[in-house]
């Protein structure tokens, strides 16, 4: 039986394959660019792009489960392809945001909402891992932490409960691999809520030294975000950071309650990536 892992160059695909062969589990890893790929030997690499339904026949070609990548060009195509091939259960990485208030006009939101309607309205059992912000988010701030400059945020105080990859991975993989979370939406979240800053003092104790925060306007944020997103995504994230702004992020217990253990502390995460923000 294979298990198909789309997006698998990302992070949390990344540790789903390697828990899944580790484990003796036939893995076929599909991406958009699969050169790019690196995975362990035995697994194999496929072409996977999500609005080309051609690249869809072979990627699911005896695959029993998919963990997926929320995309929504091609998803009814996908979906179809999927129930055609014989797949049984989709493990998709969604987000919180779609437990949102107006989650089908938020751009964030809908992007992953899209698509577990279409799995919703399928044959497929289907299992929604619902992540809050990833830890990993913070390497956006690299940049400005290596070259020793102040990191400037909109919304310094925003509260998030920033969960580490590798805890969605576990969680994807007893999903997988088990049947305790089959057909189940789950929300995913870190162990504790911390604000910006307070990540930031976290990173700063990991990279040892300190990193300044200078708080700017929402509209001098919009523009430098716009440098590397369309408007609409930086305004959506910009709302979000606004909203949780007045008051802590709730703190799921999904982890201890899945896995039996705590969940990863974003200090973990800080220490096991403190060279990215200093080159080292
Ligand atoms: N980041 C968050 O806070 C967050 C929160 C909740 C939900 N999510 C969901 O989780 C998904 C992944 O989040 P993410 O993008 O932050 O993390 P990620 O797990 O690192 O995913 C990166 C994605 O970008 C693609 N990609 C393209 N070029 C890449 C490159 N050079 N290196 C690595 N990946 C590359 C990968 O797919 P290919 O290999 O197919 O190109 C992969 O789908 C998103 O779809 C999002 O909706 C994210």
Not at 128 to 138: G, V, W
Not at 152 to 177: F, G, K, M, S
């Amino acid at each position: 039986m294979t298990v198909l892992i789309t997006g698998a160059r990302g992070k949390v695909g990344q540790a789903v394959i390697a828990r899944l062969h580790s484990a003796g589990l036939t893995v076929r890893a599909a991406s958009a660019d699969p050169a790019e790929l690196t995975v362990p030997d035995g697994v194999e690499a496929v072409e996977l792009v999500l609005d080309r339904p051609e690249t869809f026949e072979a990627a699911l070609r005896g695959v029993r489960q998919v963990f997926l990548y929320p995309q929504p060009a091609g998803i009814h195509e996908l979906v179809k392809a999927a129930e055609a091939a014989g797949v049984e259960h989709v493990v998709l990485l969604s987000s919180s945001s779609v437990g949102g208030p107006d989650a089908e006009n938020d751009p964030l939101a809908s992007h992953s909402l899209k698509v577990e309607r279409a799995l919703a309205d399928s044959a497929l059992t289907c299992t929604f891992l619902r992540p809050d912000a990833f830890a990993s988010n913070s390497l956006g701030w690299a940049w400005s932490i290596g070259q020793a400059q102040p990191v400037q945020l909109a919304y310094p105080d925003a509260h998030i409960a920033p969960i580490h990859p590798e805890d969605i991975a576990d969680i994807a993989v007893e999903a997988l691999t088990g049947d305790s979370l089959t057909g189940r939406t789950v929300t995913l979240t870190g162990p504790a809520s911390l604000t910006f800053r307070e990540q930031l003092a976290v990173l700063s104790e990991a990279v040892g030294r300190e990193i300044p925060v200078v708080h700017i306007t929402r509209a001098e944020a919009e523009q430098q975000m716009g440098a590397h997103m369309p408007a609409h995504m930086a305004g959506s994230l910009l709302d979000l950071w606004e909203a949780a702004n007045h008051g802590p992020a709730a703190v799921a217990d999904t982890t201890d309650t899945l896995l039996g253990r705590p969940a990863r502390t974003f200090r973990q995460w800080a220490r096991e990536n403190s060279a990215a923000f200093t080159g080292h």
